[in-house]
């Protein structure tokens, strides 16, 4: 038994818990969980860059746009109300990135739900590594993205 | 020279090596004579000029990009030339501007790019276990086109128009009121070769979705495969953005519309968007391949696996993506709020945590092995010091401050030329010395591959290193020369010297390869004692590359050891033998699914034709007769190019009748006429979405960019088009889309009549939406050449227009094949409809965004 194998098995549910998920799994087309399978996978591997994606095209149309129409100067707490806007968009962009990361951890424990063929359970522990790794970086660049709103209060 | 027997002096590190790995596969020699001649061009100029293989025409673009190459390269040399004292009377200041601008052009635009597209066209097909390319007569096409486009360009030279306005064409510098016909042949000659550039992307994601070799899963991929695919996807992307950009410019010089028209409500920094969205993620386009290079010689040469795997598939998904928020850090003097620039700042600096994983797993597969130090390693250590300088100026340049100070200065010019030649063209030069003896069977001079790699090393730090302090000293980028008293000359005369050492490296190379061609000791099937499939293949490879196709079950297939395969691993026997020297009179290759490569279907493959060649030249003429102003002769090619491409895309009734007779289907299991995720045509059509998508994203910045700065929108006395005539428009765009996408339902299920009639409905629609569409356009208030807004709408509105006209050309055509298709015909007729179904679901989903965009948008706020 090579290393892959000996994980799937260490990572395979108890018997009476695989028994519930089986009976569950029964009332659920098989396409349906497929394409549910699938569409997290993507989310898994995708979510924190879309999320980075469209952190960085908010602010910058935001940011310029605010500039040049005199938005900016309109404030809240001494701080520019677009500076707000900004960071509650940061904020919720890291919680959608850090949901694809959680998705991506929780595919890698239950690999073997995989309802068809493919992607194989070896092809899902490989794109959710890529979608884990990848994804903390793009959170760590959205963070960075973030850090200016602190140096510029007036959003300029 | 040390022959290839010698080339390794320590056995492969698994207890497995090539040798018995071939031993396994049938010897091509088996090849009976008709299989071969199935795979053969005719001889002489027809089979010439009707060449579809993947193996020539990959050579055909490297070597011509690498005529560009010496071309750009001799440019650079007059440059230096000029250069090499104070205040220089050598070249002109004209003559001067005219170099710069083509000596960029050219390397960005055809060499690099083209050489490595080339280079993924001939080695991809082999380092993936496939025959060939996903669209052979694509990648045809692309050839003529890149080659006409290139030149079209060059062509300036002889009328004496040579473009002058730099690689990047900014307006207002570019626009008819500061420069002539000599920016149109820029602009055109740039605009076929980004053509080009994206057959070749197209070919390049679809060969490595579809055609990988059974078992080679995602997670088995060369890292090779998987830079090209993440390159293919991003020409995909940003070439199409550029072309929309250069199309826009065009159509201000040569129509009079106003996108970059100050003074008619346009905008000088849209350009720069614009070009700066392409040309940043253009440098990672030509640096993500190169990356690709070393991981595979690395490996190689270190005779272990390489280091973390998983970190550089992460870090290529990275840098793809990140590349494209970077653009704004080519833009930090152009005057944008401070905020703005910081948040392109931020992600300038994190993307070098995507190369610095990559630099990090290298030196770490690298450690400790007792590397192999042959030519194409030199090169490839060469590359890792000298990216590793240009990317540390790299993170210089993305602080604000710092860029400022700097900009426009030579520091700048040595940090890309760090970037591009350490970073892309010593990665190529490795990639020569590694692959030349598969394409041409013979090894290269080890002494003078060495020889090459000092003096280009050498030669390289010498020209550029002093340019950082040049650019501290303050000596300003693009101008002829340089007053006496900013004691620049000793600095530039260093310079100029390593130019003509580089110079002397790149001659060396060339005669090592033309020598070798004939002296050179054979290579042998792998001289190498690599790990990947391509080195399976006979030296110089045999024109249908694999016999047999080969399957694979691990990430170094030919240094797995065969005994350890356990029961889970599948060789998929009976697929790969149905296919063994098989078939004949017909080309084929296996198919398999995107994600775990399993065999799918067997795909039939074009054969020589002159179709592409005639393609290519109407559309090269359509661009030629806007060139010179000859607008019938541009629209009777662009008529003759539209009926190439029906011709094309035509089903061929006997080649049809060949492919059903064949029993290769049924012995491998496997469906022979594909349809639906199993077919190229469903992932081509996917991709050409992917490329007019973003060519509309492009149009749609570009509405609400001018949108955004303008103080009245709609500008001047102009209104917004009327709701009710576009409401019944759009209304009827989507019920055609819905009415196509149900026809295409229908007719999966077998309901034949009821689909036809429903389709009936989608050409009806179209066609209601084409009619009150123009019809909106021509009592539109706003003319095109009246200010930036009636441009920006009739642009958007006529290529909505003209996509719609072609889903609804797919329609007619389904419909006119739907009474005449026998039964047999089914699986084509069902893959017809299947992508007039995907580009009617496109249709619908950008229409609601152009009737927001165009209706809605100037009655909001």
Redesign the interface.
Known sequence: M?EA?RADVAARPAPEEHEASRGRRSRESLRARTIRYRALLAFAFFGA?VA??VH?MV???V???S??AGEHRHTFLDVSI?VWILAGVTLVLLGIGGGSLLVARNLRRERQDVPT????A??V???T??GL??GI??L??IL??A???L??PD?? | MTSATEALQRPAPPEMGPEAVNAREPDSAEASPAFVETWSSPPGWVGFFTEVNNQPIGKRFMATAFVFFLLGGLQALLMRLQLAVPENELLSPQFYNELFTMHGSTMMFLFAVPFLEGLAIYLLPMTIGSRDVAYPRLSAYGYWVYLIGGMVFYASYLVGAVPDIGWFGYTPLSTDRFSGISTDFWLLGLSLVEVAGLTAGLEIVVTILKFRAPGM???RMPLLAWTFLAMGLMILIAFSVLLTATLLLEMDRSLGTAFFDVTRGGSDLLWQHLFWFFGHPEVYIMFLPATGIVSMIVPVFARRPTVGY??I???I??TA??S??LW?HHMFAAG?????T??????S??IA??SGIQVFAWIATLWGSGPSLRTPLLFVLGFLFLFVLGGLTGVMVAVVPFDVQVHDTYFVVAHFHYVLIGGVIFPIFAALHYWLPKMTGRMLSERLGVWTFWLTFLGFNATFFPMHVMGFLGMARRVYTYPRELELAGYNLLATGGALLMGAGTLLLLINVLVSRRRGAPAGSDPWNADSLEWTIPSPPPVFTYLRPPSVRSRHPLWEDPTAA?D?DENFASARDALAGRPVGWRATLVT?A??A?PQAVHHLPGPTLIPLIAAAATSLTAIGVLISAYILAAAAALVTAITVVLWLRPNGETLEQIRSSDVGRAAGLDLLPTGTRSTAWWGTVGTITIVSSAFGALFYTYFYLR??SQEWPQGDATAPPLLIGGIAYGALIAGAASQVLATRLFERGLRRYAQLIGVGAVALGAVFLGASLFDLDNFDAAPWESAYGSAVHVLAFAMALATGVGVALSIAWQARVPRGHESERASLTLHAQVAGLWWRFLAAVGVLTFVTLYLGPRIG
């Open positions: 090579n194998d860059a980075w994606a960085l602010s910058q149309l940011s310029e746009w500039y040049f677009v063929a493919p992607p194989s070896a092809t522990r490989f794109a590594a890529v790794l990848s970086v793009f760590l660049v960075a993205q850090l200016p709103l140096f510029f959003g300029t | 899963t995602l997670a998983v970190l598939v992460s870090a998904v990275l993506f990140v494209f928020g704004v944008l709020p401070d905020l703005s910081a948040f392109f700042t931020a992600s600096l994190m945590i995507a356990s889970r699914d994600i775990d399993r955004l700065f």
